[in-house]
């Protein structure tokens, strides 16, 4: 039919029902039938259809869409979390020790990723004597002598202005009730004093076994507050 011999070594299945060869089945060969095609133009065929069918195989399920599709969403969400936990402290507020600046139930973020403390810094540590996580304003840095003196606190000698104060508290921090003077020596090497906004009811740095809190144990700097709403604020000062 084609102008060439049917191997008769290969098994009578290679026939097909009619008696003609069946292409898929001829050995491969460089040779040319009397229309011009090779055998392997045989074995291929070019049907319209034929890639229509491959493609529809090969394309995955619309349930595997629908889980790949969650699954990414998913790893997206622990990647969040993972980073949010990473770079933010979330507190809450339990006493007014810091009022006016911070309220009893206010709710805010601190910076773990800072990189220095300053002076007037509201920070998040962690108290050993409490046996939870503070919030107070960083008042002495290390190197510095801080006292108290005629209700003022004093650095280096000098007496410190702090403008993050209400006018009802400047000149009322105190050590004790009876309102006595104080001098707490110098602050320790990666160390700092630090005391509450509220001097009057605030349980600080004047009243620790360990006056000064180590580096080591600030988590936190507070960098805005997320509630109350309708006190939302970008930095804390």
């Known amino acids: 039919m084609f102008g060439t011999d049917i191997d008769e070594t290969k098994p009578v299945d290679s026939l097909g029902e009619d008696g003609v060869v069946d292409v898929d089945e001829?050995?491969?060969?460089?040779?040319?039938f009397e229309d011009g095609n090779t055998a392997e133009a045989y074995q291929k065929p070019e049907s319209?259809?034929?890639?229509?069918?491959?493609?529809?195989?090969?394309?995955?399920?619309?349930?595997?869409?629908?889980?790949?599709?969650?699954?990414k969403d998913?790893?997206?969400?622990?990647?969040?979390?993972?980073?949010?936990?990473?770079m933010f402290f979330n507190m809450e507020i339990p006493s007014e020790s810091m009022e006016p600046t911070l309220q009893v139930g206010d709710r805010l973020l601190g910076w773990k990723l800072y990189l220095s403390v300053d002076?007037?810094?509201?920070?998040?540590?962690?108290?050993?004597?409490e046996g939870m996580y503070l919030i107070k304003r960083v008042i002495g840095l290390p190197g510095e002598t801080v006292s108290l003196k005629d209700g003022y606190v004093y650095i280096n000698g000098e007496k410190l202005e702090e403008p993050w104060l209400p006018e009802?508290?400047?000149?009322?921090?105190?050590?004790?009730?009876?309102?006595?003077?104080?001098?707490?020596?110098?602050?320790?090497?990666?160390?700092?004093?630090?005391?509450?906004?509220?001097?009057?009811?605030?349980?600080?740095?004047?009243f620790f076994s360990n006056r000064f809190?180590?580096?080591?144990?600030?988590?936190?700097?507070?960098?805005?507050?997320?509630?109350?709403?309708?006190?939302?604020?970008?930095?804390?000062?």
Not at 64 to 70: G, M, Q, V
């Open 26 to 32: 001829i050995v491969e060969s460089d040779e040319t």
């Open 48 to 71: 319209p259809g034929f890639e229509v069918v491959v493609e529809q195989v090969n394309k995955p399920s619309r349930v595997k869409l629908i889980l790949k599709a969650i699954a």
């Open 74 to 86: 998913l790893l997206c969400v622990l990647l969040v979390c993972i980073l949010f936990f990473v």
């Open 119 to 129: 002076r007037g810094d509201v920070v998040v540590f962690w108290s050993d004597e």
């Open 168 to 206: 009802d508290v400047v000149g009322k921090t105190f050590n004790s009730t009876e309102g006595l003077d104080f001098d707490y020596g110098k602050v320790p090497e990666n160390c700092y004093f630090l005391l509450g906004d509220n001097r009057k009811y605030s349980y600080d740095c004047r």
């Open 213 to 237: 809190i180590n580096s080591k144990e600030i988590k936190a700097k507070a960098i805005f507050r997320y509630y109350p709403f309708d006190r939302f604020s970008f930095g804390i000062k």
